[in-house]
C-alpha cells in the first residue's frame, strides 16, 4: 500500500505521506501558478478562457507528471513530453515558443516557493528543491521539442498549400478558397498582384527558394514561390512589382530570361499577368538580347509571331488602332519610313513633303504610342503593331 512505502529517488527517499501530499496538491499548485501568469504577463490575460484554461490543463498535467517522476526519474522525458499531447494542436499558434518558456519559468518559481512545505523534513525539502529544477528543464526541452515537431509539420503544410496556390493562379482558378488559402500564406488577396517566371535554379541549390521566402518575409513582401517542372513561378503581391531591394528575386532564378507579368489590381486577376508572363517566357527565345527582368509587354511582337492572341490584341490597341484615329497620315509616314529604311528624305520624296513635315510626324507617333520609330526595338514594335492591325482589319476584327 502507498501508506507503507518509502520512495527512493537518487541518494534521498521520499515518504509515502509525502508523495500523497504532492498528487492532492498539484491542483493548486497548477491554479496558482496560472495566477502568476496572469498577474506577471498583459498578454496571457487577453488570451480567451478556453485558452487559458488549456494552458492550465497542461500545467495540471505536467504537475501529475512530476510526481509520476519522482516514482521512476528514467522516464522524464517521456512523461514532460506527454504533457505537450494534452495541449490542442493550435497551441503552438496563440502561445509563441519565448511566452512558453516565460510560463515555465513562472511555474517553476511557484513550485520552489510551494513544494518544500510539503515535505517531512529538511532532506526531502533539499531534494524537492533541486527535483523541480531538474524536471522545468525537461519540461522546457519538451516544450522545444513540440514546437520544433509543430513548426516541421506546418512547414510541410505550407509548402503543399503554396505549390497548391501557385498552381491554381497559374490555371486560372479563382475561386474564393484559393484565395482564403493565400491569404493563409500571408498574401493579401485586395493587393495588387504580379507573376514573374523563368527557369528554376540548378538542382544543387534547392536552399535558394528557402532564402527567398525568408528573405521575403524580412522585407515585408507577400510572395508565393513554385517550381513547376522547368520552371520557377514568383507570385509577389504589392506595388511597385520590384522595389529597390528586389534583385534577391531576380537573383533566385536560374540561367535565361526572367520574364514580369503586367501588375493587376488583385489576386483574384493574376492569372491574367500568368498568361502574359509565359506566353512572354515562350517567345524571349526570339530576343536573345533582352533584358533580364524584361516585362512580359515588350516582348509583344516576338508573342505575336508565336501566335499569342492576346499580344496581337494589345498591338491593335496601342499601334494601329490610336494611329489609324489620329489626323495626318501617320500610318501612311510610318510606312513610308520604314520602306525608306529610316533615311528622312527618301521618306519626305516618297509621301511629296518637306522632311521637316516626316519630323513632326514621327515625333507625333511616338507621343501618341509611346514608341520611337528611329529606335531599332520600339520600330520592330510598331512594324510588327502595323502587320497585325491590317491581319486584324482583313479579318474583320476591328
Same mark, same amino acid.
Given at each position: ?7 527512493? @529517488? ?47 490543463? +497542461? ?159 524580412? @522585407? ?110 501617320? +500610318?501612311? @509616314? ?65
Amino acid at each position: 500500500m502507498l501508506g507503507a512505502m518509502t520512495v527512493q @529517488t537518487g541518494t534521498h527517499s521520499l515518504s509515502a505521506s509525502t508523495l500523497r501530499k504532492l498528487a492532492l496538491a498539484t491542483g493548486g499548485l497548477a491554479t496558482a501558478s496560472v495566477a502568476e501568469m496572469e498577474l506577471r504577463y498583459p498578454w496571457f490575460r487577453r488570451l480567451p478562457a478556453d485558452q487559458r484554461a488549456e494552458i492550465l490543463l +497542461v500545467t495540471q498535467t505536467s504537475l501529475a507528471n512530476f510526481v509520476e517522476w519522482l516514482n521512476d526519474p528514467q522516464h522524464s522525458i517521456k512523461l514532460s513530453s506527454g504533457a505537450f499531447r494534452t495541449a490542442p494542436r493550435d497551441l503552438s499558434r496563440w502561445v509563441s515558443l519565448r511566452q512558453t518558456v516565460d510560463l515555465v519559468r513562472i511555474a517553476t518559481s511557484v513550485f520552489e516557493q510551494q513544494l518544500p512545505e510539503l515535505a517531512a523534513d529538511d532532506a526531502e525539502r533539499a531534494f524537492l528543491t533541486e527535483a523541480s529544477l531538474r524536471y522545468s528543464r525537461e519540461v522546457a526541452f519538451a516544450a522545444a521539442s513540440a514546437y520544433a515537431g509543430a513548426a516541421e509539420a506546418r512547414g510541410a503544410w505550407d509548402a503543399r498549400l503554396e505549390a497548391l496556390v501557385v498552381d491554381g493562379i497559374m490555371r486560372g482558378d479563382g475561386e474564393e478558397a484559393l484565395l482564403s488559402h493565400a491569404a493563409a500564406l500571408g498574401l493579401e488577396p485586395t493587393a495588387p498582384a504580379t507573376v514573374l517566371v523563368g527557369n528554376p535554379p540548378p538542382e544543387g541549390a534547392p536552399e535558394l527558394l528557402s532564402d527567398m521566402r525568408g528573405t521575403a518575409a524580412r @522585407t515585408g513582401r507577400g510572395v508565393l514561390v513554385g517550381v513547376q517542372g522547368s520552371r520557377l513561378v514568383l507570385i509577389v503581391s504589392g506595388c511597385p512589382a520590384l522595389p529597390e531591394d528586389s534583385q534577391w528575386m531576380i537573383d533566385a532564378f536560374g540561367p535565361g530570361p526572367v520574364v514580369i507579368g503586367p501588375t493587376v489590381p488583385s489576386l483574384a486577376e493574376a492569372h491574367r499577368s500568368a498568361a502574359d508572363a509565359l506566353s512572354a517566357l515562350r517567345a524571349a527565345a526570339a530576343w536573345p538580347a533582352a533584358p533580364r527582368p524584361v516585362p512580359a509587354a515588350e516582348l509583344l511582337p516576338e508573342r505575336a509571331l508565336a501566335g499569342d492572341p492576346e499580344a496581337e490584341r494589345l498591338l491593335v490597341d496601342q499601334v494601329m488602332r490610336p494611329l489609324t484615329a489620329a489626323s495626318g497620315g501617320l +500610318v501612311e @509616314t510610318l510606312d513610308a519610313y520604314f520602306d525608306a529604311s529610316g533615311v528622312l528624305e527618301a521618306c519626305a520624296r516618297r509621301l511629296f513633303v518637306h522632311p521637316n513635315t516626316v519630323r513632326y510626324r514621327l515625333r507625333r507617333i511616338a507621343e501618341i504610342t509611346g514608341r520611337v520609330p528611329s529606335d531599332p526595338r520600339d520600330g520592330l514594335v510598331l512594324r510588327v503593331g502595323l502587320a497585325v492591325g491590317r491581319l486584324a482589319r482583313s479579318r474583320g476584327l476591328w
